[in-house]
């Protein structure tokens, strides 16, 4: 079973950037599509950001189109999230997750998950 372990949220004013981190265990991060998702309080969990295994293809939320930037890094087996421009309704919990397969957008489409990490953007 693999483990997720994400870091880097915390509190930033509105403007402000935070980049999360999730680093994979095992040997196999390189095979599957990882992503980030967000759950705010009374809200579902809902996908932000997907990138596909090789890194190639990525996907977006509408409403993060432009102000986040996800990535990977094969050799570390890290999956990255840059957000940037952040606004008050970015405040969320935010989960890293593997994809089951090649790549994936789709909630349905990734199996294995993080702990979270608070991301709090004041105005």
């Known amino acids: 079973q693999v483990q997720l372990v994400e870091s880097g949220g915390g509190l930033v004013q509105a403007g402000g950037s935070l980049r999360l981190s999730c680093t994979a265990s095992?040997?196999?991060?390189?095979?599957?599509?990882m992503g980030w998702f967000r759950q705010a309080p009374g809200k579902e969990r809902g996908i932000v950001a997907a990138?596909?295994?090789?890194?190639?293809?990525?996907s977006y939320a509408d409403s993060v189109k432009g102000r986040f930037t996800i990535s990977r890094d094969n050799v570390k087996n890290t999956v990255y999230l840059q957000m940037n421009s952040l606004k008050p309704e970015d405040t969320a919990v935010y989960y890293c997750?593997?994809?089951?397969?090649?790549?994936?957008?789709?909630?349905?489409?990734?199996?294995?998950w993080g702990q979270g990490t608070q991301v709090t953007v004041s105005s």
């Open positions: 095992g040997r196999t991060f390189n095979r599957y599509a």
């Open positions: 990138i596909s295994f090789s890194g190639s293809t990525t």
């Open positions: 997750a593997r994809g089951r397969g090649f790549y994936g957008t789709n909630y349905e489409d990734f199996g294995s």
